[in-house]
């Protein structure tokens, strides 16, 4: 079945390998600030994460520093690499390829 959920964040943090082989391990540091999306009501809507150290809540802010309102209801968390691609199409659509590290 489809997800269906209010808000869907794309935080753009950096990946660190750990351990490359056999099986591959990464670091994602959620600590510090970066840049990030929300899709909700239809919209794309960029703005910051920030979180100061690992017992910080992770908050995300607009470009003008104030908090950014949630729709009410479920939201989804993706984490996408530093190196992602995000493009806006000329149809208004965007399109987001995570790429990593």
Request: hydrophobic share 45%.
């Given at each position: 079945?489809?997800?269906?959920?209010?808000?869907?964040?794309?935080?753009?943090?950096?990946?660190?390998?750990?351990?490359?082989?056999?099986?591959?391990?990464?670091?994602?540091?959620?600590?510090?600030e970066g840049?990030?999306?929300?899709?909700?009501?239809?919209?794309i809507y960029?703005?910051?994460?920030?979180?100061?150290?690992?017992?910080?809540?992770?908050?995300?802010?607009n470009k003008?520093?104030?908090?950014?309102?949630?729709?009410?209801?479920?939201?989804?968390?993706?984490?996408?690499?530093?190196?992602?691609?995000?493009?806006?199409?000329?149809?208004?659509?965007?399109?987001?390829?995570?790429?990593?590290?």
């Amino acid at each position: 079945e489809p997800v269906a959920v209010e808000n869907v964040v794309m935080l753009a943090v950096e990946h660190k390998y750990i351990k490359k082989a056999p099986v591959e391990v990464m670091d994602m540091s959620l600590i510090g600030e970066g840049a990030a999306y929300v899709a909700r009501d239809g919209q794309i809507y960029e703005v910051k994460w920030k979180r100061a150290k690992t017992t910080d809540v992770l908050s995300l802010v607009n470009k003008d520093g104030t908090p950014f309102a949630f729709k009410p209801g479920q939201t989804w968390f993706e984490v996408i690499g530093l190196n992602s691609k995000v493009e806006t199409l000329t149809d208004g659509a965007w399109k987001f390829t995570h790429l990593m590290p």
